[in-house]
């Protein structure tokens, strides 16, 4: 594990502490702060590859055998699973499994439409 992921993951964990003392009334503050500590890593990260390959360094992928869009795609799938936590329980709170249901389906929809649009993009080049 890099150093990147492994202070994401002490983020991660400091979330959840968090909201295991705060309660269920601080989630949305705590998710919007996670979700800001991620956007900012997956710049951060994004920045330092474009500026390796302004620089003439070859461009290498944040993981081996990947591309180099890798942090673009990590940093969405993060958003969308942390973003999933607050709208399932909203969800099912309020339509049950029914609105589970939708819910997932919308999120799974989103980062099909994600995949699907990175894939054509692909393709073309």
Do not use: C
């Amino acid at each position: 594990m890099d150093a990147h992921a492994q202070e994401l993951k002490k983020e991660l964990d400091a979330t959840l502490d968090a909201r295991r003392e705060l309660g269920p009334e601080y989630e949305s503050a705590l998710v919007d702060s996670f979700v800001e500590k991620v956007d900012t890593q997956v710049r951060r990260r994004l920045a330092e590859e474009r500026l390796s390959a302004a620089r003439g360094g070859a461009r290498s992928p944040a993981v081996p055998g990947v591309d180099g869009n890798f942090g673009e795609r990590f940093g969405f799938a993060i958003i969308t699973l942390v973003l999933a936590i607050p709208l399932s329980a909203i969800a099912a709170a309020h339509a049950d499994l029914e609105g589970l249901l939708v819910a997932w389906a919308g999120i799974v929809g989103v980062n099909f439409i994600h995949a699907a649009k990175r894939f054509r993009r692909g393709s073309a080049e």
